[in-house]
């Protein structure tokens, strides 16, 4: 039986055939998924090459995807890719000019 390392070190995050942090979550949990899709497949009724045809298939786009991820956005990239679509990409201010000036007096005069 293999033997495998899944933690490389104090402190560094989790790494486990090259797949790191959210990523080995992402693969795991999409398994898991693909694997009750399956099932559910299977007991509807569905021939079963169909149904292993369906998990092989989409479970190597999984593989494929994860793994390119891995390699384009390393460790803390989607994150980073999640927060900068949330970042606006200008503030819109719908106070008039008049506003801003009258706020500043008041700021000014205390």
């Not at 090259?18 to 979550?25: I, M, S």
């Not at 390699?71 to 679509?85: C, I, P, T, V």
């Amino acid at each position: 039986m293999n033997t495998y390392n899944i933690n490389k070190g104090i402190g560094r995050t989790v790494e486990f055939k090259g797949l790191k942090a959210q990523y080995l979550f992402i693969f795991a949990g999409g398994l898991l998924g693909l694997l009750v899709l399956v099932m559910i497949l299977y007991m509807a009724g569905i021939n079963t090459y169909i149904c292993l045809a369906i998990g092989g298939l989409t479970s190597s786009v999984l593989v494929w995807q994860t793994f390119s991820l891995n390699r384009k956005y390393g460790e803390h990239g989607l994150m980073k890719l999640g927060a900068k679509k949330k970042h606006p990409q200008y503030i819109i201010s719908r106070k008039s000019i008049y506003r801003y000036l009258k706020s500043n007096s008041k700021k000014a005069a205390a």
